[in-house]
């Protein structure tokens, strides 16, 4: 039997694990007022770097490089994305007790989506314009 699935397997795994510490960090950081409109600015560029990592990991446990790296980020992505929309749809209490802060996780989450495929893109070779 090839093994040519198991980074697959993995990098979805990654994208669950990275889904349930997201939530919690979420969870534990909305009562302290960390997802305020005020601190926006604080916590979107704070994704950068998180996103800059999981993309690394994603890299090493996908065995990925080059243009598959995107490859491996959506396979990272896929499960979590989904995850977040049944949890903020059905159980958004699991990221925060107040509304306006489940609205802005919910921004947090799609910011650091979009800033992991930046940072995949930034690692990706250059491709010709087509």
Request: charged letters at 10%; glycine letters at 10%.
């Amino acid at each position: 039997m090839s093994n040519k699935g198991v980074p697959v397997v993995r990098l979805a795994m990654l994208g669950a694990v990275l889904w349930v510490v997201g939530v919690v960090g979420i969870h534990l950081a909305a009562p302290s007022g960390a997802f305020t409109a005020r601190l926006a600015y604080l916590e979107l560029p704070a994704a950068v770097p998180m996103a800059w990592g999981t993309v690394r990991l994603a890299r090493r446990i996908g065995e990925r490089s080059g243009a598959g790296l995107l490859e491996a980020v959506a396979l990272v992505a896929l499960p979590a994305a989904l995850l977040d929309g049944i949890a903020l749809t059905w159980a958004p209490g699991l990221y925060a007790a107040d509304a306006a802060d489940q609205r802005a996780a919910g921004a947090w989450l799609l910011w650091f989506l979009g800033a992991s495929f930046a940072a995949a893109l930034a690692m990706s070779p250059k491709r010709a314009a087509g």
